[in-house]
């Protein structure tokens, strides 16, 4: 086991947590915010499979299209999605295959593309989402009391409104 810090990749990460963060304040609850998203993920992903039949990046898709109205400019719908832009056409190619969503040249834009919510999306959906909000609800809401659901709800949005991308 090499025990000099430039060789031992956990001694060369703690000199690097080290400097960066002396205190290592936050370093935990990151560490365990992390290891959580990624474990219910999986799990939701593979309930949600099991249980429908439907991918949970494809649901996010439709849920994404039903809360915006119906309908989203793919840039737009990209940037809402749990899934990646450049993964993002080849899902919508399969959504409008299987017939759950609709894709179209945008009206003010002929260069922009919109897709819109099939009846047998919402169909799809409304099959889904009672599944994947029981799963929700079973692995984390029911996990954590309404105090700690209202503080850490607030400490996200904190988080996520003072990121920017771009």
């Known amino acids: 086991m090499p025990t000099d810090p430039k060789s031992d990749p956990a001694k060369l990460l703690d000199r690097l947590i080290t400097e960066e963060l002396p205190s290592k304040r936050g370093l935990e609850a990151w560490t365990s915010?992390?290891?959580?998203?990624?474990?219910?993920m999986r799990q939701l992903e593979a309930?949600?499979?099991?249980?429908?039949g439907l991918a949970l990046a494809d649901f996010d898709v439709l849920a994404q299209l039903a809360n915006a109205g119906g309908e989203l400019r793919m840039t737009e719908l990209a940037n809402r999605a749990l899934i990646s832009r450049s993964g993002m056409t080849r899902r919508i190619n399969r959504l409008v295959d299987e017939g759950l969503v609709r894709r179209f040249a945008a009206q003010k834009d002929a260069r922009g593309v919109?897709?819109?919510?099939?009846?047998?999306?919402?169909?799809r959906?409304?099959?889904?989402?009672?599944?994947?909000?029981?799963e929700i609800s079973k692995l984390f809401v029911d996990k954590l009391d309404d105090r700690?659901?209202?503080?850490?709800?607030?400490?996200l949005t904190k988080v996520t409104l003072n990121c920017s991308f771009g």
């Open 33 to 40: 915010f992390l290891q959580a998203h990624a474990s219910l």
């Open 47 to 52: 309930d949600l499979e099991k249980h429908t």
């Open 125 to 134: 959906l409304s099959d889904t989402a009672p599944v994947h909000l029981r």
């Open 114 to 123: 919109c897709v819109v919510l099939t009846g047998e999306g919402m169909a």
């Open 148 to 155: 700690e659901l209202e503080v850490l709800a607030r400490a």
